[in-house]
């Protein structure tokens, strides 16, 4: 009978900032995590990734290479992030040159099941659940919809 090579679910080379709380099983490899952050359970940040001071990583996410996460941000439940666009027609298929790094900044909060191709989100931002984030952010404000755009919210009507 033939056998898979198995990987296991692992902990492994990660720069651990102070009080960080992680709930296995989570994967997370190479990557750095800053002070008082919380990993749920089923994530994986995989190497080279950041995620600044405080910031929460909801159950099921997934932060890929080339993503730096803000401080003081949420990522929810099953948030994706993305790296390869398949801008050649197919999977990279392990040419990074082809990959493209995303950068979120501070006190972002991510929806759940939120999907993030790579680009760039400046500070002070809420992305809707469900949203695909296709271009930059750079206006703070609320996120919606695939593709994402700009929520004129109830409160605000007035002046947006
Ligand atoms: C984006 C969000 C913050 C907006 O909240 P809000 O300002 O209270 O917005 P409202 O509920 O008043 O909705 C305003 C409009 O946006 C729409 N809308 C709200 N959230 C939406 C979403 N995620 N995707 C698409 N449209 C959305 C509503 O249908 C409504 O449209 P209408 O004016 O045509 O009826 C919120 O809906 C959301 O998605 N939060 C994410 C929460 C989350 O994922 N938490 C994770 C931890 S549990």
Redesign the pocket.
């Known amino acids: 009978m033939n056998r898979p090579n198995v990987s296991e679910v692992d902990v492994r080379d990660v720069t651990f900032g102070l009080r960080v709380k992680i709930v296995q099983p989570c994967n997370l490899y190479g990557c750095e995590i800053g002070d008082d952050c919380f990993i749920g359970p089923f994530t994986e940040v995989q190497k080279t990734a950041r995620i600044g001071a405080r910031t929460r990583v909801?159950s099921h996410a997934f932060v890929c290479e080339l993503v730096t996460i803000g401080e003081d941000c949420?990522i929810?439940?099953g948030a994706v992030f993305i790296n390869d666009t398949f801008s050649t027609g197919g999977p990279a298929r392990g040419d990074k040159e082809l990959w493209r790094a995303t950068v979120v900044g501070n006190r972002v909060?991510?929806?759940?099941?939120?999907t993030i191709l790579p680009v760039r989100i400046c500070d002070d931002v809420?992305?809707?659940?469900?949203?695909v984030v296709t271009r930059d952010i750079t206006e703070p404000g609320?996120?919606?919809?695939n593709p994402a755009r700009r929520?004129?919210?109830?409160e605000n009507r007035q002046f947006d």
């Not at 929520?151 to 109830?154: E, S």
């Open positions: 909801q949420f929810g439940h909060s991510i929806g759940s099941n939120a809420v992305v809707g659940a469900g949203a609320f996120y919606v919809g929520l004129v919210r109830k």
